[in-house]
């Protein structure tokens, strides 16, 4: 199983971003931030039939989608503020229910992650 996070890099306060990952099918798929000295916090996640969740510190500023043609994930980041500096995971589970995977962590898989950094 691999998960292969790409297109991180640092911007500048306000700019954006597109985060990509490499994905296979599961049931819940979303995008994990870790920061240096915080708690790991789920941002973005996406089901199978395409609903998506987002956590409160990123709506209405990222937007987590799927391309099917590719088997790709992707993140779009707006908006970018310096509190938006992580390192983003890329992060799979075989659990149906997305809210859930996204609110208690409950992931199978990780990718290496991809670092942005705000600035």
């Known amino acids: 199983v691999q998960l292969v996070e790409s297109g991180g890099g640092s911007v500048q306060v306000g700019g954006s971003l597109r985060l990509s990952c490499a994905v296979s099918a599961y049931s819940c798929l979303a995008w994990v931030r870790q920061a240096p000295g915080k708690e790991r916090e789920g941002v973005a996640a996406?089901?199978?039939?395409?609903?998506?969740y987002y956590s409160d510190s990123v709506k209405g500023r990222f937007t987590i989608s799927q391309d099917n043609a590719s088997n790709t994930l992707h993140l779009q980041m707006n908006s970018l503020q310096p509190d938006d500096t992580a390192m983003y995971h890329c992060?799979?589970?075989?659990?149906?229910?997305?809210?859930?995977?996204?609110?208690?962590?409950?992931?199978?898989?990780w990718g290496q992650g991809t670092q942005v950094t705000v600035s």
């Open positions: 992060a799979a589970s075989k659990i149906d229910d997305c809210y859930a995977v996204l609110t208690y962590d409950l992931y199978n898989y």
């Open positions: 996406y089901t199978r039939s395409g609903d998506t």
